[in-house]
């Protein structure tokens, strides 16, 4: 199982990212995939839930209206946009498959102006 993260980066507040993970090593397709971010000091935390066909999705209160979970099962690959980013979205991000435990390198995400 590999995931790779990417599209991370320096944003100002107000700014727009796109983060892309891109998965291989299991059938893509049948699992639901989730996002998650660790900001310094704190512990990893759920914010995004997208299922295996992609037509239900759910979101952390904290980027709920901001941030939308979205993903090509042709592709193998899960999203992340994230509109009206806030310095307190700074953090590592990471994709997962939910039920397995494999987890990506992570991509930073840095809000700041």
């Known amino acids: 199982v590999q995931l790779v993260e990417s599209g991370g980066g320096l944003v100002q507040p107000g700014g727009s990212l796109r983060l892309s993970c891109a998965a291989s090593?299991?059938?893509?397709?049948?699992?639901?995939m989730s996002w998650y971010r660790q900001a310094p000091g704190k512990e990893r935390e759920w914010v995004a839930r997208?299922?295996?066909?992609?037509?239900?999705?759910n979101y952390a209160d904290s980027v709920k209206g901001r941030f939308t979970i979205s993903r090509d099962n042709a592709k193998n690959t899960v999203y992340l946009q994230m509109n009206s980013l806030k310095p307190e979205d700074t953090a590592v991000y990471y994709c997962?498959?939910?039920?397995?435990?494999?987890w990506g390198q992570g991509t930073q995400v840095t809000v700041s102006s």
């Open positions: 090593g299991f059938t893509f397709s049948r699992y639901a």
């Open positions: 997962k498959a939910i039920s397995l435990a494999y």
């Open positions: 997208i299922n295996s066909f992609g037509g239900s999705t």
